[in-house]
């Protein structure tokens, strides 16, 4: 069973547009994390968010959660290349974190 | 630096055969887990360990099996390999609740 699902799945856009990803569950998490991937290497952690309605940013990238903890989304400000990749969210319960089916997201120059 | 590494990194092997992929980290974590990548799925996760002699099943383990004799290591054990199996497999350790995953590199496996 998919607990997370992530929209859109694919993402492909000019450099120096504005894009959100966004990651829905049925579930409450206690926890939402966003991680970034290339090809051939596992999955980096970008960002932690712990509480419902929090917003957290990191230079052109703001994440924010949903009030109930069961959403959350990525938006980036004017992306660049060096932002392609594949987007997972994950939701924490205990111990466990579950992945979202992702979104691949690719910056033209 | 403290690191987790996969082996092998790519594997072929037949329908029917057992194989084991290794996963070895050095971050001291208690929590280890492993999960399988195919397009349009994500991430999914098949074992995970919360210490010394503790396994558990996730949302996709059967077929799997995983042991956990030492903190350092949690292999991963293919029983009777399938070609729904055919995927990239990922290990990752953790320290605990909410924090930083560390992921391996990863390791391509194809069932012919």
């Not at chain 1, 049925?26 to 999955?43: A, D, I, K, N, T």
């Not at chain 2, 594997?11 to 971050?27: M, S």
Request: glycine share 10%.
């Amino acid at each position: 069973t998919q607990l997370l699902e992530q929209s859109p799945q694919f993402l492909s856009i000019q450099e120096g547009e504005n894009l959100t990803v966004y990651c829905n569950s049925s579930s409450v998490f206690s926890s939402l994390q966003w991680y970034r991937q290339e090809p051939g290497e596992g999955p980096v952690l970008l960002v932690t968010v712990v509480t419902g309605g929090e917003v957290k940013k990191l230079k052109r990238l703001t994440f924010q959660f949903g009030d109930a903890r069961k959403d959350s989304s990525l938006h980036i400000t004017a992306a660049q290349p060096g932002d392609t990749g594949l987007y997972l969210c994950a939701g924490g319960s205990g111990n466990q974190f579950y992945f979202g089916t992702g979104t691949s997201l690719t910056v033209i120059p | 630096d403290a690191e987790i590494t996969q082996s092998p990194r790519h594997k072929i092997t037949e329908t029917g055969r057992q194989v084991t992929l290794a996963c070895h980290q050095t971050w001291n974590h208690n929590n280890m887990f492993w999960y399988r990548q195919d397009l349009g799925h994500g991430l999914r996760l098949i074992h995970y360990s919360y210490g010394v002699q503790d396994t558990n099943k996730g949302e996709v383990s059967d077929g799997y099996s995983v042991s956990r004799s030492n903190t350092e290591d949690l292999p991963l054990t293919l029983e009777s390999a399938a070609s729904s199996q055919t995927s990239v497999y990922f290990c990752a350790s953790r320290k605990g609740v909410n924090t930083e995953a560390f992921f391996g590199q990863g390791t391509r496996l194809t069932v012919v």
